[in-house]
């Protein structure tokens, strides 16, 4: 080997000639370049296929995500739209019991004050890859979702209205006296009639109701024992107070089976048929006051 060349001797075996080259140095060190910049470039290029087409998995991953976080959201909005419905279909139940329960003229000030001026967009991190189309879905339901919580605030401030109306009604149904208080003859109804004792017209203030003598009286209704003892014409006499303006009373009394103070539900004895004070027989004397005026019991009477 000189300064300049590079010698390559090749022995194929001991039978064949030895075989010399000479080769410049400057081809073999451009050769070994060569070499490794092939080498370099097939390890580069192995190197950046793996890496593609690893990165074309990751993209069909994120375009299968990407779908089915579209559908998704085409399907919560079409649920958010048939909850719309269904709040809907609530407002209009709503009025029907309004109209029935005669509230229909309540009117909460979120219903009748004007809301103006576009809502902020809230801030979206993923704005920028999603399409126009999910981006207008996306700020609709905003949109709608601040409605539809003002909506979900009124109905559930109606529809408290409307328990508290009804358990009121309910208390003044079970207060109301609607059964006969014993089961007889009537003998005198209410209004104008001729008085047994003087002959004379009078203004008879309640209904008698003749029986056999120690039958039980049972309160129309639910209520409170105001008064429970003598008194004048009447004899042994009950008075209950029933509330929202109604009484009712009891008269010629046998026995007083309930006392005063005492607190009395619908069907609870509180008396006996009797004769006591100005009577001509067994019976009961039963009045109905709205207050404090005397009615018709009849109008009362359900059963």
């Known amino acids: 080997m000189n300064k300049k060349k590079y010698t390559i001797m090749i022995l194929p075996d001991e039978t064949t000639r030895v075989r010399k080259y000479r080769v410049p ?8 370049v060569a070499i490794a910049v092939v080498v370099f470039g097939l390890g580069y290029l192995v190197t950046d296929y793996y890496g593609v087409k690893k990165m074309v998995a990751e993209l069909d991953r994120l375009r299968l995500e990407a779908r089915q976080q579209q559908q998704q959201l ?4 079409k649920s958010f739209d048939d909850l ?13 019991l309004r109209v029935m329960t005669d509230l229909e003229g309540v009117v909460y000030p979120e219903q009748i004050m004007g809301i103006g001026g576009e809502n902020p967009e809230p801030f979206n991190p993923l704005e920028g890859e999603l399409s126009f189309q999910d981006q207008t879905i996306i700020t609709s339901m905003n949109r709608s979702l601040d409605l539809f919580k003002t909506e979900v605030t009124i109905q559930e401030r109606s529809f408290q209205e409307l328990v508290e109306y009804l358990e009121d009604q309910k208390s003044l149904l079970k207060s109301t006296p609607s059964i006969w208080p014993v089961k007889g003859w009537l003998t005198s109804s209410f209004g104008y009639r001729s008085s047994p004792f003087t002959g004379r017209r009078e203004l008879h203030r309640g209904l008698d109701i003749a029986t056999r ?18 008194e004048g014409g009447f004899g042994n006499m009950i008075i209950i107070d029933h509330g929202y303006g109604i009484t009712t009373r009891y008269g010629h009394c046998s026995a007083l089976e309930a ?3 005492q607190k009395v539900q619908r069907g609870d004895v ?5 004769s006591t004070g100005r009577s001509t027989g067994p019976h009961v004397h039963y009045e109905v006051a709205v207050n404090g005026v005397s009615v018709n019991p009849s109008r009362y009477i359900l059963n």
């Open 213 to 230: 003598s120690g039958t039980p009286i049972i309160a129309p209704a639910d209520g409170l024992v105001v008064f429970a003892g003598r």
């Open 74 to 77: 085409v399907t919560f909005a």
């Open 270 to 274: 509180i008396a006996r048929i009797g």
């Open 84 to 96: 719309q419905g269904e709040m809907t279909r609530l407002r209009q139940f709503d009025m029907k």
């Open 25 to 32: 140095r400057s081809m073999v060190r451009g050769l070994l």
């Open 259 to 261: 006392k005063l103070g």
